[in-house]
């Protein structure tokens, strides 16, 4: 009985929403993540996610059930800078979040918390650990000698 089962969940996993959830989240966190570095390590504007990110998670109700995992999985964060209205998505590092590009590390912003869409259905999801590797800023670079 349990290859019987395993068999089904091998053919029909792949195309289960869970499976197209979970590559969504892989999908849009290696965008991010290579906006981020592009941005030369600075926040990005969450309008620049539904103008010129993944072409399947462009319509708000694609991209705001997988953007809110991956936030509450504190894998990025939603800031606004209090000296503007904008949107950024922003990641961790080892100062706490990256700010946007001509912020200062004092200035005040604010956490926006998700906007939850009680219809849309989410899973947790894990990013492989290569993927977030391939992102992790060279520590050579930052060496003084």
């Known amino acids: 009985m349990d290859w019987y089962l395993e068999e089904a969940s091998t053919i029909f996993y792949p195309m289960s929403a869970r499976c197209q959830f979970e590559q969504d989240a892989c999908e849009l966190y290696a965008w991010i993540m290579t906006r981020i570095r592009q941005n030369n390590w600075r926040a990005i504007r969450k309008t620049d996610i539904e103008r010129y990110g993944p072409n399947r998670l462009r319509r708000a109700e694609k991209l705001t059930p997988v953007l809110n995992q991956l936030i509450a999985q504190n ?4 800031i606004k800078m209090r000296s503007h209205q904008a949107l950024y998505v922003s990641a961790l590092d080892n100062n706490g979040y990256i700010l ?21 259905k989410t899973y947790s999801v894990v990013i492989p650990p290569a993927l977030i590797q391939s992102f992790t800023p060279d520590s050579s670079a930052y060496t003084l000698f």
């Open 75 to 78: 894998y990025f964060r939603i």
């Open 100 to 120: 946007p590009f001509g912020a200062m590390s004092y200035e005040p912003f604010d956490i926006v918390p998700p906007q939850y869409n009680h219809n849309a």
